[in-house]
Structures are given as structure tokens and as C-alpha cells.
């Protein structure tokens, strides 16, 4: 008889077998409602810490070891107690406890002398609690979820030490950055007919997970596998402990950051530092098991298509309107590049927010939060699938990192695309490059943690600041008169920006000055009370705070030209100082919280 069994038998509820152990701080399965212990045990129809389906022994511990998938190895660790036993020194789970009746009281009533309960939280806050993390980032969320069985887990995780390539750890009081990476390696069973067959694995799906400081919006910005960039000197660390540095490229493909002449997870977060600006915490990364067993684990995710589906080449086949997909069907979904729109890989890229947005819902909805065998399962599956950095190699460590995530708001999470352009220096582009204005300003707003989504404080503080600004009468552009330096240290920063201002703002009356005589931390522009008409619409046009303008005492001559000196601020010509309030017209955008169908 099951566990299920036991408990219909006996009329207590299968939910409520499942309690929380306060001395371990782990739900617990109770066999039986006599005050005794029973073993910790995952939910029906999961694998306990020691077992696989098919027969196969797994050992749990520190690293994969004997628990990956075609591992035969049999016993316990040494110095370790097997898996399924319990140790004398571990701390009871407490007993099924039912409502007493004092005898005589009338009613039925307690006395009133028996102490009062303090208020407890509801199970589902609790659930929340742990599991919050599900509404920002689907790889993280199913790691966190899990709320038993710790060691377990940790077992799971594979780590890699990317060398330096992060910012040594994400703080509580500062933006997030988290690199999320699908790769195509060929791993797991059932994907030997997916991906490259010769290959180490790519950077085959690639999304950079932006977390606001205040922790009110975030962004995730996909970026494309066939975006021309820079890729960067990367050090490695190799398995006898010592450093190697990969060679760069000053042009190739982005999905060769990972995988290729050597390449680690390290690579590609050097590669969208030098692309973004930003610089990334942590990295995960996940193969194409991840997308089958998590969508399982959850009941299936569903997905809307505006027309009927039948893809041969990713066996993609789903009738017009909503589905719910899982498992093979699943990873079809989020490969197929023959389906949707112009049948691209932005197309693709497309479909893949769509279907993260969905996912992201259905693990939030209550059918996955107060589901133990779901939770369980969801833990099981991402855990297993995780390739993570060792800054954030443990369970404990993702739970924080989720408690973090937690503070999102699922309608302040947006996905977008990064802007791009066909390569103009193919015949026939197959690649492309980012937007020479658009991607450049996508990357000053996550940089200024201005959400995509528009959180009104983050709006009405533009709002405010630009009306602060503006305030007074403006110049034409034809009659500013402007001197450029460059102190900002970009090369050529000075030139682009004179060419920007002349050729797409219309202010002839512009000079390059060359270097300024230091390095400026911050862009300024300096003029005189009889200039401040032109400081104004110049501070206009570059979106420039109010404590850049520098006003001097005296009036300029007729012709005197302002001073404007780039600084370490300055991010690209056409791109506001300050980060745009909203996003540039033209990027590719979905919002975690709305179903879209694909078309």
C-alpha cells in the first residue's frame, strides 16, 4: 500500500503527509500519524536520492559522480550512510496531530487556560516564499522551489569556475545580471538527433536576465546566435588547476563563445560584458533535457498558435489555437525555425520568449505552488539539467539568489530582443550586427534599470527630471554653437558625435576638439547665461541631467561656441546620457504576464 493509500484509508488527506520538520527546516513525507519519525521521502512517483528509474543506483553527493545517466556504480559514499536509512542523530518528524475534546468542557471547547498558538503563516505563503524566484527566471526558479532534500539536490548541480569572468558575487543592494545559456551538446537521453553531432556545444539560445537594483523591473534581453561581435581574451581554468587564455576574435558569430577552440561559460560572459557594458554575476546553463523535463515536471505549458503547425524537420505538429505542450513536443516548440514569421532565428528567438512567458506563469499558478510532487519534480529536473558558476553552486545559494528574484512583479518582467541590422558587409547577410542607435540605447536603459515595461516611479522620475530640465525657452538647432572634447576615453567619441549632431540633429555650428586636457568621470556641458536657450536644446537632444549643465557668470560673445566634454558616462553618440524613459521604437518585446499566440 502507498503512501496515497494509506492516507484515504485512514481519511487524512495525501496533502497532509507531507509536514515541515523545524529542527531541519525540510518538508518531510510521514508514514504514518503515531508521533514517530519516518524517513524523508521525495513525493509519489519521483526517484528517492539513491534510485533511478529503471533500476540504475545513483549516489548522491558534491558532484555528479556515478548519478549521471549511464554511471553503474553501487553503494554508499565512504564516511556516508546510505541513502534511504536515517542516522540516530537526525531530529524527529513531528507526529499527525488531531483535535482533542476535553471531556466535561462544554462545547467541545479547549480550556481556557491552554496556551494560545502564535499566528502561523498560510502553507501557500510558505510555498511562496521558497518558490517566488519561479516568476523571474524559469532555471533558477526550479532549483530554489525545492524546499527538501538539500544534499540531494546539490548533488545535481554541476559548476564551473569561469576564472574571474563574473563580478565575484551579486549583492542585495545592487542590480543582478544573470547570463542564461541553452547549449546544443548533444547530452541527456533521446537528443542524439539534436544539434551539432561533432560539436562541444554552442551558444545556441542566449538570454542576459537584468534585475533592477530596486528590484521593480527586469529585462531579458535575447540575443541573437548570429550576431557578429567581438569575442574577447578569455581565461579558462583547466582541469589540473591552471589558467589558460583562449585567443580572441575581433569578428565571429556570438554562439562561438561557448564550446568552441575551448571556450567555457567564462568566454561567453566576457563577450556580452565587451557587447552590453554590463557585467554579468552569475551564468547558468542548461541543455536540451532541461526544456523536457521541467515542462513534465509542471504538467505541461501552454502555448498558443494562430495557425496550424506540422514542422518534419523539428516534428513540430499542433492545431491552431491553445496547447499544452511538454516533454519532446516541448523542445520541438522552442527549436523549430520553419514554423513562424519570415522562419528565422529572430523569429525563433521569438517563440522561445513566448513560450518562457508561459512557463514562467504556469510554475507561479497554485496548481505548481502547492503541488509537492510537482515542486519536487520541478527541483529534480532543473537541478539535474543546471551547469551553474561556483559563486552560485549550491542550493542554498540559488534560494538566496531567488529570494532576490522574488521581488519581482511578473508584470515588470519584459523580454526583448537585441536590436539588429543585416550584416552590411555580406553580399547575401546571413548574420547580423547590432543596431548602430537602437541596441546602444536598449543597453543604456538596463544599464540606468529603466524598465521596458514602464514602472510608473521610473516614468514620473523622467517625467520630472526632463520637465526640470527643460524648463525655459529653447534655441533652434541651427543656432547652437558647440565645442566637442573627448574625456570620455572611447576612441573617436568626439567625431561621432559631431557627425550625429550634424547629420541627424541638424547643429552645423558644431567643432571637434579633439582630447580633452583629463579624463572626465562625468559628461558637461559648460555656457553662458546668454546661451542657456542653446544649453537647453542641446541638453534636449543628448538627454543630458540637469547636473551636467555647468552655467558660467558672464555672457559669450556672439559666436563664443558652448563646451561640451564627453565623459565616462558617455555611451555612444544618439544615446542619452541619462538612459532613455521608454524603449527605442523598434524593439522586439514580450511581457511575462501576457499570452501572445505565435504567428
Not at 382 to 405: F, P
Request: charged residues 25%; proline residues 6%.
Amino acid at each position: 500500500m502507498d503512501a496515497h493509500s494509506r492516507g484515504r484509508a485512514d481519511e487524512i488527506d495525501p496533502a497532509d503527509q507531507w509536514v515541515l520538520n523545524p529542527q531541519t527546516g525540510n518538508y518531510e513525507l510521514r508514514l504514518n500519524h503515531s508521533g514517530e519519525s519516518s524517513v524523508p521521502s521525495p513525493p509519489r512517483g519521483a526517484t528517492t536520492p539513491g534510485q533511478r528509474t529503471g533500476g540504475r543506483s545513483r549516489q548522491a553527493g558534491p558532484g555528479r559522480g556515478a548519478g549521471r545517466p549511464g554511471d553503474h556504480g553501487h553503494g554508499a559514499e565512504p564516511g556516508r550512510a546510505a541513502e534511504g536509512s536515517r542516522t540516530a542523530t537526525e531530529a524527529p518528524v513531528p507526529g499527525q496531530r488531531r483535535r482533542r475534546v476535553t471531556e466535561g468542557t462544554a462545547g467541545g471547547q479547549p480550556p481556557s487556560s491552554r496556551r494560545k498558538r502564535k499566528p502561523q503563516k498560510s502553507r501557500k505563503k510558505k510555498v511562496l516564499l521558497w518558490t517566488g524566484g519561479t516568476m523571474a527566471v524559469v532555471l533558477v526558479a526550479g532549483a530554489a522551489s525545492a524546499y527538501a532534500l538539500y544534499s540531494h539536490f546539490d548533488g545535481n548541480i554541476d559548476t564551473v569556475d569561469v576564472a574571474g569572468a563574473g563580478s565575484g558575487g551579486f549583492k542585495k543592494d545592487q542590480a543582478v545580471n544573470i547570463l542564461l545559456i541553452g547549449t546544443d551538446k548533444r547530452t541527456g537521453d533521446g537528443n542524439e538527433g539534436y544539434g551539432d553531432k561533432s560539436s562541444p556545444g554552442h551558444a545556441d539560445t542566449t538570454i542576459l536576465f537584468h534585475v533592477s537594483k530596486d528590484r521593480t523591473n527586469a529585462t531579458a534581453m535575447s540575443i541573437p546566435r548570429d550576431l557578429i561581435t567581438e569575442i574577447p581574451d578569455c581565461e579558462t581554468k583547466q582541469t589540473d588547476g591552471t589558467t589558460a587564455t583562449i585567443p580572441g576574435k575581433s569578428a565571429d558569430r556570438f554562439n562561438n563563445s561557448l564550446g568552441q577552440d575551448g571556450r567555457d561559460p567564462g568566454c561567453t560572459m566576457r563577450t556580452v560584458k565587451k557587447l552590453t557594458g554590463l557585467t554579468v554575476d552569475h551564468f547558468m546553463m542548461a541543455d536540451f533535457n532541461a526544456v523536457k523535463e521541467m515542462t513534465t515536471a509542471v504538467g505541461g505549458v501552454k502555448v498558443c498558435l494562430a495557425k496550424p503547425v506540422n514542422d518534419p524537420k523539428s516534428h513540430l505538429k499542433l492545431p491552431a489555437g491553445e496547447s499544452t505542450i511538454e516533454g519532446e513536443q516541448a523542445l520541438a516548440f522552442v527549436r523549430t525555425r520553419s514554423s513562424f514569421g519570415n522562419k528565422s532565428d529572430l523569429d525563433r528567438i521569438q517563440i522561445q520568449q513566448q513560450f518562457l512567458s508561459s512557463m514562467i506563469r504556469q510554475m507561479k499558478s497554485d496548481d505548481t505552488l502547492t503541488s509537492p510532487t510537482k515542486l519536487y519534480g520541478l527541483a529534480e529536473a532543473a537541478t539535474n539539467a543546471l551547469t551553474v558558476d561556483t559563486g552560485i553552486g549550491s542550493i542554498k545559494k540559488l534560494k538566496s539568489l531567488a529570494e532576490e528574484l522574488a521581488k519581482i512583479d511578473t508584470k515588470n518582467i519584459t523580454f526583448a530582443t537585441l536590436p539588429v541590422i543585416d550584416n552590411p558587409d555580406e553580399p547575401t547577410p546571413v548574420t547580423v550586427v547590432p543596431h548602430p542607435t537602437q541596441a546602444p540605447q536598449l543597453f543604456a536603459m538596463m544599464q540606468s534599470d529603466t524598465s521596458l515595461t514602464e514602472v510608473k516611479k521610473k516614468q514620473q522620475d523622467a517625467k520630472n527630471a526632463q520637465a526640470a530640465l527643460l524648463k525655459g525657452a529653447r534655441a533652434t538647432a541651427s543656432q547652437v554653437r558647440v565645442d566637442v572634447y573627448n574625456g570620455s576615453g572611447i576612441t573617436g567619441a568626439a567625431q561621432k558625435t559631431i557627425d550625429w549632431l550634424q547629420n541627424d540633429q541638424g547643429v552645423l555650428r558644431s567643432s571637434n576638439k579633439s582630447n580633452a586636457p583629463e579624463k572626465a568621470a562625468k559628461t558637461t556641458l559648460t555656457y553662458a547665461p546668454n546661451q542657456a536657450d542653446q544649453a537647453r536644446k542641446l541638453a534636449d537632444m543628448m538627454g543630458l541631467p540637469a547636473t551636467a549643465l555647468k552655467p558660467g557668470t558672464q555672457n559669450a560673445g556672439e559666436r563664443e561656441p558652448m563646451t561640451l566634454v564627453l565623459g565616462a558616462d558617455f555611451k555612444g553618440a544618439g544615446v542619452p546620457i541619462t538612459g532613455p524613459a521608454k524603449a527605442p521604437a523598434g524593439v522586439q518585446k514580450v511581457e511575462a504576464d501576457k499570452q501572445v499566440c505565435a504567428k
